[in-house]
């Protein structure tokens, strides 16, 4: 091959190489585009089902009794560990919607379980006995929040050695009027347009010829 054919064919392959990964380029930032708008529908349901922002363990006061504590398993790396029944750590929160209260925790369970009470105000609002050692959801569907600015406590009892409670994190799920559903994305299914359908003139009903009447035989 000459210089000036190897020339020419390197710049064809430079060329043809550089068009597919244009190709390739755009279908890349298609699909990442496509990922970040599933994402944020996701994250927008999830938000609309949620009177507040999750609130971390760790972000309550920490008065003497509590301590933070640190572990992949909890939320952000962090929990609020509750060692005395006379600790109560608080934390403001804001309320847009009508909710409960969902707490996610863990306690020891040496010698029995501890409970957790949640306080609103300043005020006993509903306890709930923490029975499982690895981080569990635990719902409060008696305490209902009206929009507003509270103050939640939390309160731990029956501690003891090995039977101390984590408190990973706060949520805050809306609650649903009675006799009203909560929306959730759906598909609607829209009838197709009927189509009239010609059949060709050999399909087309004909009408029978009648046939004449057979003549009775002479014997």
Known sequence: MTGAGYKAAVEYMRGTGGRRWGRGRIVLVGVIGALMIIASLVYSQYAAEQGADPVEGESFTHPPGTEVVTGNQYSGGKALKITSGQALPTKRVTITETSNVLVRARAGQTGGSPTLTIRVDGSNKGTRRITSSVLSDYLYAGIILQPGTYTIGL?????????????????????????????????????SPRIPVRLPSTC????????????????
């Open 204 to 219: 087309s009903p004909t009408t029978p010829t009648p046939t004449a009447a057979r003549r009775p035989l002479r014997l």
């Open 155 to 191: 309160k731990g009892g029956d501690l003891a050695q090995g039977r101390y409670v984590f408190v990973d994190v706060l949520r805050f799920p809306a609650v649903t009027p009675p006799g009203a559903t909560r929306r959730s994305p759906s598909t609607t299914l829209r009838r």
